[in-house]
């Protein structure tokens, strides 16, 4: 993290030397997909749907791991192999103008899926143990404008802790 930057998010344990960490939300992801897309082939109702479509960055490990919370075994063989952008942001993308299925954090898209850009056809999601922190180096917590942008974000994903804490 370079001097310069106030705060950055990162994706892991929590444990980074030198950083004050702050937990967001868990890491937790699903495939999504435009309705066009789905609708184009005759529906997704079910895991092994998904090999209709290209599932945008297939060799991500995420696929795998989804696929075998769903109860299913993930057959790289039935894959059709979308994009390979390498971010989220822009599988996301890929996903809302109709390229392919996206394995996303469904609580940083819930927004398109609330908006019915994206679809999410099932509940199940993987985990790879991860969460979303806020870290700024621990010789920078008391500057004030790295306390009220902390507050700031802590407030914002304060509904997603509390659900997170809930009972299943």
């Given at each position: 993290m370079s001097r310069h930057r106030c705060c950055a998010s990162r994706t892991g344990t929590g444990k980074w030397p030198g950083l004050t960490e702050h937990y967001l939300f868990k890491a937790d992801y699903t495939p999504m997909l435009s309705p066009?897309?789905?609708?184009?082939?005759?529906?997704?109702?079910?895991?092994?749907?998904?090999?209709?479509?290209?599932?945008?960055?297939?060799?991500?490990?995420?696929?795998?791991?989804?696929f075998e919370a769903a109860g299913v075994p993930f057959d790289p063989d039935r894959v059709i192999a979308g994009p390979m952008l390498g971010s989220q942001a822009y599988d996301a993308m890929a996903a809302l103008t109709d390229q392919g299925a996206a394995i996303l954090t469904r609580n940083i898209y819930s927004a398109l899926l609330a908006k019915g850009q994206l679809i999410q056809p099932f509940e199940v999601l993987g985990s790879d143990g991860d969460g979303y922190w806020l870290v700024?180096?621990?010789?920078?917590?008391?500057?004030?404008?790295?306390?009220?942008?902390?507050?700031?974000?802590?407030?914002?994903?304060?509904?997603?802790?509390?659900?997170?804490?809930?009972p299943a």
């Open positions: 066009k897309l789905a609708e184009s082939v005759g529906g997704i109702r079910h895991p092994e749907d998904l090999y209709k479509v290209a599932l945008c960055c297939a060799t991500d490990p995420w696929w795998k791991i989804w700024h180096l621990e010789s920078r917590r008391n500057t004030p404008k790295i306390k009220v942008f902390r507050d700031w974000v802590l407030a914002q994903t304060a509904d997603i802790r509390d659900s997170e804490a809930l």
